[in-house]
């Protein structure tokens, strides 16, 4: 069965919209002229990758303040855009992000959907919401929002991003009549706030025309996403100081943590003897927690080992001054430990024999994570 006209089909959003809009900080009030900064389009859009507006709207005021404007972007080292993008998460954002500013400052913003996707880290989404949002292009952008209201509103079956083609071709008349930018964040905005997972249909202005309502199929369409297999580990995240110094890995360029600054880490053994009194060095412990990555879910037990001495770093450690601490770019995960450091810890009750543990990161750290 052929698909209705999107701009017929579409019409009572651009009305819906002005009424539930939110009020975003990176949203322009005028939305059928093109936006007044782009830039703040392309942080937003990088920023909420993969991240709730309700934690970006914080991070996006104090970068839009620290780097207002791609130059000041360009201009920053790598170490100041980690330190700024500290606790969001996906840090490869942070440099696609730096590169790209880097390039619109040295040339300016690219003028078709082609230049936009050649940019650093904007994949065909990006590109289309910047091109629709920023520059009023017509060019329909797919966020797992807008996927899930079209399945519905079409009643398609299976994965809706397979037919992303045939679902942008259908949605460009739409964004050209009623306006990209109105357009394209009224579906962000309606699959966000009334089609998610458990639709609030009441509440839709595209209700009586929704063909996975009138076939009672909502909660079926679209089909569930298959979970990604979630890898499991044990880990020590170690702190060790000697001298008010600290041993950390210095930011490396590829895996999960790259561009900012670890702790080293061990596999933790299933069985471990308590230890003894006399063992020196001391260790501290703190309770451990559940951090958990996108294919990956850490058991993270947080120790601290005091030495009396430094000894000479191995490759891929560093010793770093307990008072710069502060200023590196650190993951979730290690600024927990870094903020313990401060308060008392007790003696564990397991933990890694100290002497075997000096031996490792002695030889050549602990195998990072």
């Not at 120790?303 to 008072?323: I, K, N, S, T, Y």
């Not at 007790?346 to 602990?366: F, H, K, Q, S, Y």
Request: hydrophobic residues 45%; contains cysteine; aromatic residues 8%.
């Amino acid at each position: 069965m052929p698909w209705p006209l999107a701009p017929d089909f579409l019409a009572p959003l651009a009305s819906w919209f002005d009424g539930a809009r939110r009020d975003l900080p990176w949203r322009a009030a005028d939305l059928d002229a093109p936006h007044p900064d782009p830039y703040a389009v392309l942080v937003s859009e990088l920023m909420l990758q993969q991240t709730q507006v309700a934690t970006v709207i914080p991070y996006f005021a104090r970068w839009m303040a620290r780097f207002p404007t791609p130059t000041a972007l360009a201009a920053a080292d790598e170490d100041t855009v980690h330190k700024a993008w500290e606790g969001l998460g996906y840090y490869r954002r942070a440099r696609f992000l730096r590169a790209a500013s880097a390039s619109v400052a040295a040339e300016g913003w690219p003028g078709s959907l082609e230049g936009l996707a050649s940019l650093p880290g904007l994949g065909p989404y990006t590109a289309a919401a910047v091109g629709s949002i920023a520059f009023q292009w017509p060019t329909p952008a797919l966020d797992g929002n807008a996927f899930r209201v079209l399945a519905r509103l079409l009643a398609l079956e299976g994965d809706p991003k397979g037919r992303a083609t045939d679902l942008r071709t259908w949605l460009a008349p739409a964004l050209s009549i009623h306006g990209p930018s109105r357009t394209t964040q009224a579906l962000m905005e309606l699959g966000a706030t009334v089609c998610t997972p458990l639709p609030a249909c009441g509440r839709c202005p595209l209700a009586d025309g929704c063909g996975a309502r009138k076939a009672g199929r909502t909660a079926e369409i679209p089909p569930p996403a298959r979970r990604t297999q979630v890898r499991e580990i044990a880990l020590w995240l170690l702190a060790v100081e000697a001298d008010g110094q600290l041993l950390l890995h210095p930011p490396s360029d590829k895996g999960l943590l790259a561009g900012l600054w670890r702790w080293p880490t061990l596999e933790a053994v299933p069985v471990v003897a308590p230890p003894s009194a006399h063992i020196l060095p001391p260790l501290t412990a703190w309770p451990g927690w559940t951090q958990v990555y996108t294919h990956r879910r850490e058991a993270v037990s947080p120790l601290h080992l005091a030495l009396p001495e430094r000894f000479a770093e191995a490759e891929g450690l560093r010793w770093v001054p307990r008072g710069d601490l502060p200023a590196l770019a650190l993951g979730k995960r290690d600024q927990r430990l870094r903020d313990l450091l401060d308060t008392p810890g007790a003696t564990p009750l397991e933990a890694p024999d100290p002497a075997a543990l000096l031996g490792l990161l002695r030889a050549g750290g602990a195998p990072s994570a």
